[in-house]
């Protein structure tokens, strides 16, 4: 079974530039989340989806970073513009998920590593 | 609010065996997780705990003790290969998983 993908692994921009992030789940997974982990720091939630249909993006700093995951699959996460303090590695994960809460187990993609100069 | 706290750095001797600890406060809980993530790279799962007590999976095992918002990760056998950051992720009532910033475990010969 395939994992989750993600791409570019790794990407070097410039303060004030855009950079997009794609995910693709695990096939059947209804759950997509999108995480920030700043080196030496835990993950943190930046969005989640269900499906198409947004659960919580209560930590996702919405001036500057967008989300979609338009036909409930492949998922974009955008920078714009991107400031120094969003180098980070941000990683994509997904879960079986489905309608209500669920403690299944998140899988999580490679990662991408962003430096922002 | 919500907390995770577990050590930031651990070192152990190959062979041995070492334990690290993981306290949580959450709003409500459904169940407490550990991935193991190696520098680099994305965080894979390791254990999943719901019910207080021991889960044993070959040569790691996870406690959980729900009373005392308490769990540990036990790794037995220490190998080179071992050398990682633990997370420690509780569940709380939204579902949602609350990170600890991961004990980063140094494993010498």
């Known amino acids: 079974e395939a994992g989750v993908a993600q791409s570019p692994r790794y990407k070097i921009i410039e303060k004030r530039q855009s950079v997009a992030f794609w995910c693709n789940p695990i096939?059947?997974?209804?759950?997509l989340y999108w995480y920030q982990q700043i080196l030496g720091q835990g993950p943190k939630l930046l969005i989640q989806?269900?499906?198409?249909?947004?659960?919580?993006d209560s930590q996702l700093p919405k001036d500057r970073f967008s989300a979609e995951r338009l036909k409930g699959v492949d998922s974009t996460l955008k920078i714009q513009p991107a400031k120094l303090e969003d180098s980070a590695v941000y990683l994509c994960?997904?879960?079986?998920?489905?309608?209500?809460?669920?403690?299944?187990?998140?899988?999580f993609g490679p990662g991408t590593r962003l430096t922002v100069l | 609010g919500q907390n995770i706290d577990q050590p930031t750095e651990m070192t152990a001797t190959e062979g041995a065996i070492v334990q690290i600890n993981c306290t949580y406060q959450t709003s409500g809980f459904n169940g407490l997780f550990w991935y193991q993530q190696h520098a680099g790279e994305a965080p894979t799962f390791l254990s999943y705990?719901?019910l207080d007590g021991l889960e044993e999976k070959g040569r790691f095992s996870s406690f959980l003790s729900r009373s005392k918002g308490y769990s540990y990760l036990l790794l037995k056998e220490l190998q080179m290969k071992d050398s990682a950051s633990y997370l420690c992720a509780a569940m709380d009532s939204n579902y949602q998983l609350i990170w600890g910033a991961g004990t980063k475990l140094i494993i010498k010969p």
């Open positions: 994960a997904s879960s079986l998920g489905g309608e209500g809460g669920h403690t299944d187990t998140q899988y």
């Open positions: 989806f269900q499906n198409n249909g947004v659960v919580d």
């Open positions: 705990n719901v």
């Open positions: 096939s059947g997974h209804a759950t």
